[in-house]
C-alpha cells in the first residue's frame, strides 16, 4: 500500500495551490473521499457551523462509459465526515470564486462536475511537477487514514469517516498504521510497569 509520506505534503498541496486547486486536494488528505465521492460535492453538502461535508453520492460511469451520479454502493458510505476549521475556511474561499455556481470543485474547464478520470490526471501533474514519487489518487486515501491511525485517531472513527463497513476491515487494511500504535502502547505499559514493580 503506498500514501503520500509526511514529508512530501507541503510540496504536494504547495503545487495544487499554484495550480488554484489546493481546497479540493487539502480536504482529500484530511477526509479520505473516494474520487467520485469527491468530484460530486455540492456547495449545499458542506455545513459551515457543524463543519462537516455531507457524503451521500457519487460519480461513477454506467455501462456506457458515461458519467452518471448515484449513490454510494453501501449504506455506510453515506455519512457525514467532519473536518478541520481549515478545510471550511478554504472551502469557503473557492466557493467566493464561483458563488452561483451548486458543484463545489466545478472544473476550471466547462464549469461543470470535474470528471474523476480528470481529478486523477490533475493529481499525476501535481506529483510530477512538485518532483514527487508516483503514487495513483487512491493512495492519498489511504494516507488520510494512516496520518489519522498514527496520531491517534481511533480505528472505529477513521473506519466511519472512510465509510467502511467495519472497522474490522480498516483494522486489517492499515495494520501498518496501528502496528506503530502498538508498539507504542506496548512502551507506555511498561513505563507504566516499572513504576509500580
Sequence with gaps: MKFLPAEDMKAYLDEADRRHVLPMFYLELVSGLRKGELVALLWS????????????????????????????????????VSIPQKAVKLLQQEHSKHPDNPYMFPSTRTGEMYYPD?????????????GLNYI??????????????????????????????????????????????????????????DKVM
Design 118 to 130: 480528470s481529478i486523477v490526471t490533475l493529481h499525476k501533474r501535481i506529483l510530477k511537477s512538485a
Design 136 to 193: 495513483n489518487f487512491h493512495s492519498l486515501r489511504h494516507t488520510f487514514a494512516t496520518a489519522a491511525l498514527q496520531n491517534g485517531v481511533d480505528v472505529k472513527t477513521v473506519s466511519s469517516m472512510l465509510g467502511h463497513y467495519d472497522a474490522g476491515f480498516t483494522l486489517r487494511t492499515y495494520t501498518h498504521a496501528t502496528r506503530q500504535k502498538q508498539e507504542q502502547a506496548a512502551e507506555k505499559m511498561g513505563n507504566f510497569m
Design 45 to 80: 453538502d458542506l455545513d459551515i457551523e457543524n463543519q462537516t461535508i455531507s457524503v451521500s453520492k457519487q460519480a461513477t460511469r454506467d455501462e456506457n462509459g458515461n458519467i452518471a451520479i448515484t449513490r454510494p454502493k453501501t449504506e455506510t458510505s453515506v455519512r457525514l
